[in-house]
């Protein structure tokens, strides 16, 4: 079914290619949304590096899917590490639509990671991975946030891994996916006063490309994948969290909640909207975090997040706490 919450809304998603950012850019275009999907893999110019190298995923695909889905999508190349095309491409936007209503950064580091402690890891690989998956993202907002200030009002959101910020097991892994909340944080403090809000948000286990082709298993028998990891069964599709940042943009109290760190089924706890295939992910109540990274610390410490009181009493709570 069709939702039109999001009808003359504008949005870009940074690194809607494949995965997380293409599942974000098909439910924001179910919204109504008119959705830029950017990102440096296209019909003409495939993917030819790093982790997704030969894999057939496009921005142009991404577009199209918008489109099925009741959106409209537009495909834009643009490399995130570039600011003139950064730049470019928020031109084309206000050229084009005048107005800037959601970004969401999906761009991720495109690398695997060595599980392996820090003094052991390969510093050029893990330099890159910081820049390709934390680096661009700032570029991004930088160069699309004045869009948004000029309108007060509009959504950033940083897509990171895990709701929590605990120690993500190994060091570059642990700096990016931590970096992108903090980012959000960090921008919400900015932005506040300007009427724009800046999340974090966290999808779950996906069953994206990539994760199927590891497992040997398609969308229509995913549930075989359980055989080599249990935790499979919790799965959701990429569109999971694509349905969490469309309900978060269409909510009236969106500001309240910029800074705070949300997963997809938490948010889907509170919105009440469920995955395409209408069933109910819900990874946290699947997997003890706590419990995990209790006893995963060695130290002992955690770094965690709380709501201030200032916040509170103005109604809100529904920020990690």
């Known amino acids: 079914m069709k939702r039109t919450g999001l009808e003359g809304r504008v949005a870009i998603v940074a690194g809607a290619t494949r995965g997380a950012g293409r599942g974000i850019a098909c439910m924001l275009g179910e919204a109504g949304a008119t959705v830029y999907c950017s990102g440096r893999s296209t019909r003409q110019r495939p993917s030819t590096t790093g982790l997704y190298a030969g ?19 537009i495909p834009v190349p643009t490399d995130h590490l570039v600011p003139e095309q950064v730049e470019a491409l928020v031109e084309r936007v206000r050229h084009e639509q005048g107005r800037l209503d959601v970004l969401v950064n999906d761009i991720s580091e495109g690398e695997t990671h060595e599980w392996t402690p820090f003094w052991k890891l390969d510093l050029e690989k893990g330099f890159w991975m910081l820049r390709n998956g934390f680096n661009s993202h700032i570029v991004t907002c930088r160069y699309a946030a004045p869009l948004m200030i000029e309108r007060r009002g509009g959504l950033i959101v940083e897509v990171g891994d895990g709701d929590t910020l605990d120690y993500r097991a190994t060091l570059f892994y642990d700096l990016v996916k931590i970096s992108v909340s903090r980012l959000a944080f960090a921008m919400a403090e900015d932005l506040y006063r300007h009427g724009v809000a800046a ?58 909640k910029s800074g705070g760190l949300y997963s997809s089924w938490g948010l889907a706890r509170e919105y009440g909207f469920t995955d395409i295939d209408g069933s109910h992910p819900d990874l946290g109540r699947h997997f003890n975090f706590e419990e995990h990274f209790q006893a995963s610390s060695k130290t002992g410490f955690r770094w965690t997040i709380t709501r201030g009181a200032a916040a509170q009493q103005r109604g809100g709570d529904e920020a990690k706490t």
């Open 55 to 73: 894999r057939p995923a496009t921005i142009d695909e991404t577009a199209e899917m918008v489109a099925r889905c009741g959106g409209h999508g």
């Open 199 to 256: 999340v974090a948000v966290t999808p779950g286990y996906m069953r994206t490309e990539y994760a199927l082709d590891h497992f040997g298993v398609t969308e229509a028998t995913w549930r075989e994948g359980a055989r080599k990891d249990p935790n499979f069964l919790a799965s959701e599709t990429p569109f999971f969290v694509g349905r969490a940042i469309a309900a978060l943009a269409q909510d009236p109290g969106l500001l309240e």
